[in-house]
C-alpha cells in the first residue's frame, strides 16, 4: 500500500522558508528523526514588527520559596493512615510527610482563630 501526499506549493515553500524543511523531507525522514528539533538556528536582524515591553511582575527567587520554621516531631499515627498517604503521595510523586504536613496546616488555618477551650476537670478523652 502506497500512500501519496498532494503539497499546496506556496504553503510549502512558506514551510521551508519559515522552518528550514520542506513538507516532501518532514514526511519522508520525519521531523524528529532527522534531528530538525535540534538543529542550530541561524538568525537574522530582521525587524521583530511591534514589541511591547512589561514590567518584571515575578517574584525574587527568595520569595518563591515560602521559608517556614519547621519542628521536627515524633507522632504514632496508624499503619492504615500513613499507607493512605504513602499510595498517594507515590501517585504525586511527593514525600508523604509533605502530604501529611499540608494536612495539618490546612486543619490549623481553618481553626487557628477559634478559641481554645479546655475540659472540664475530670473529662474523659475519648
Same mark, same amino acid.
Given at each position: 500500500?502506497?500512500?501519496?501526499?498532494?503539497?499546496?506549493?506556496?504553503?510549502?515553500?512558506?514551510?521551508?522558508? *519559515?522552518?528550514?524543511?520542506?513538507?516532501?523531507?518532514?514526511?519522508?525522514?520525519?521531523?524528529?528523526?532527522?534531528?530538525?528539533?535540534?538543529? $542550530?538556528?541561524?538568525?537574522?536582524?530582521?525587524?521583530?514588527?511591534?514589541?511591547?515591553?512589561?514590567?518584571?511582575?515575578?517574584?525574587?527567587?527568595? *520569595?518563591?520559596?515560602? *521559608?517556614?520554621?519547621?519542628?521536627?516531631?515524633?507522632?504514632?499515627?496508624?499503619?492504615?493512615?500513613?499507607?493512605?498517604?504513602?499510595?498517594?503521595?507515590?501517585?504525586?510523586?511527593?514525600?508523604?510527610?509533605?502530604?501529611?504536613? $499540608?494536612?495539618?496546616?490546612?486543619?490549623?488555618?481553618?481553626?487557628?482563630?477559634?478559641?481554645?477551650?479546655?475540659?472540664?476537670?475530670?473529662?474523659?478523652?475519648?
Amino acid at each position: 500500500m502506497t500512500i501519496r501526499f498532494d503539497w499546496d506549493p506556496d504553503k510549502d515553500a512558506e514551510n521551508l522558508r *519559515k522552518h528550514g524543511v520542506s513538507f516532501v523531507e518532514a514526511q519522508a525522514t520525519g521531523v524528529e528523526a532527522n534531528g530538525f528539533m535540534k538543529r $542550530t538556528r541561524k538568525y537574522t536582524n530582521e525587524p521583530l514588527g511591534q514589541v511591547e515591553v512589561i514590567d518584571d511582575f515575578l517574584p525574587p527567587p527568595e *520569595k518563591l520559596v515560602r *521559608k517556614e520554621d519547621g519542628v521536627k516531631v515524633t507522632i504514632a499515627l496508624s499503619k492504615r493512615s500513613v499507607d493512605f498517604f504513602k499510595a498517594h503521595a507515590k501517585a504525586a510523586n511527593v514525600p508523604y510527610q509533605r502530604m501529611i504536613r $499540608t494536612l495539618l496546616d490546612g486543619y490549623v488555618e481553618k481553626y487557628a482563630d477559634r478559641p481554645v477551650s479546655r475540659r472540664e476537670p475530670g473529662s474523659r478523652r475519648e
